[in-house]
C-alpha cells in the first residue's frame, strides 16, 4: 500500500512566525516531491518541488528532503493571513511514469 | 491558454443515475488522471492514464470507468451513481515523467 502521510492540524500560527509542515511517504524509491496549497473551494496549485536531498529555498518558502528518513517538510517564513490554506503534500510514485499520491493535507492558520 | 478544462462545475444526481464528467487539457500532456476529494482524506487516485490509448485503476477505481478520447481528453463515468460517491473531482494532467500535475477547477458532486 503506498501511502502519503501529513498531519491533518490545523496548525496555528501567529502572523510573522515559522509555519513547519511535515510529510511523509512509504515507498522508499521515490524520486520528486510536491507541495501544493489549496484554498478552501478552489483546486491545489503547485508551491514547490524538490527532487534532491536536502532544502530547496523559494522566496518565503523552503523545501526539506530526507529520502533515507522518507521525510519531506515545507517551511512558511514570515507566515502572513494569506497563508492560510490547506497545504497538501505529493509524492511521485511512478516509475515508468508518474503517478502522484497525496497526504490528506494540513490546514494553517496564520492570526493577524 | 485554459490549461485543465472540467465539465460540469457542479452536478446532483439522484441514486442509480449515470453521468460523465470531462476533462480536457491544453498543454500537450501524456499524462491524465482522475481524482476525488473528500473531506479530511485529500486527494485520492481514482483512474490514471498514462498516455494515449492506455489507462489503469488508482487507489479508489470501484463505481467509475474511463475513456482516454484522444490525447487531449479523458473522461470519467459513474454508470450508477451511488451516495458515497458524493465528492469534489479533479481532473490533472502531467508531462509523462518528471514535473507537476496540473489541476482542473474541480467539480462538485453530489448523489441523493
Known amino acids: 500500500q503506498k501511502e502519503v502521510e501529513q498531519n491533518s492540524g490545523p496548525l496555528s500560527v501567529p502572523e510573522g512566525a515559522i509555519a513547519s509542515l511535515n510529510c511523509t511517504y512509504s515507498?522508499?524509491?521515490?524520486?520528486?516531491f510536491f507541495w501544493y496549497r489549496q484554498y478552501s473551494g478552489k483546486s491545489p496549485e503547485l508551491i514547490m518541488f524538490?527532487?534532491?536531498?536536502g532544502d530547496k529555498e523559494d522566496g518565503r518558502f523552503t523545501a526539506q528532503l530526507n529520502k533515507a528518513s522518507q521525510y519531506v517538510s515545507l517551511l512558511i517564513r514570515d507566515s502572513q493571513p494569506s497563508d492560510s490554506a490547506t497545504y497538501l503534500c505529493?509524492?511521485?510514485?511512478?516509475?515508468?511514469?508518474?503517478?502522484?499520491?497525496f497526504g490528506s493535507g494540513t490546514k494553517l492558520n496564520v492570526k493577524p | 491558454n485554459a490549461g485543465v478544462t472540467q465539465t460540469p462545475k457542479f452536478q446532483v444526481l439522484k441514486t442509480g443515475q449515470s453521468m460523465t464528467l470531462q476533462c480536457a487539457q491544453d498543454?500537450?500532456?501524456?499524462?491524465m488522471y482522475w481524482y476525488r476529494q473528500d473531506p479530511g482524506m485529500g486527494l485520492r487516485l481514482i483512474y490514471y492514464?498514462?498516455?494515449?490509448?492506455?489507462?489503469d485503476k488508482g487507489e479508489v477505481p470501484n463505481g467509475y470507468n474511463v475513456s482516454r478520447l484522444n490525447k487531449r481528453e479523458f473522461s470519467l463515468r459513474l454508470e450508477s451513481a451511488a451516495p458515497s460517491q458524493t465528492s469534489v473531482y479533479f481532473c490533472?494532467?502531467?508531462?509523462?515523467?518528471?514535473?507537476?500535475?496540473?489541476f482542473g477547477q474541480g467539480t462538485r458532486l453530489t448523489v441523493v
Open positions: 490533472a494532467s502531467s508531462e509523462l515523467r518528471g514535473t507537476e500535475a496540473f
Open positions: 515507498d522508499r524509491g521515490s524520486q520528486s
Open positions: 524538490i527532487y534532491s536531498n
Open positions: 505529493a509524492v511521485n510514485m511512478g516509475y515508468n511514469f508518474n503517478k502522484f499520491y
Open positions: 498543454m500537450n500532456h501524456n499524462s
Open positions: 492514464s498514462a498516455s494515449e490509448g492506455t489507462t
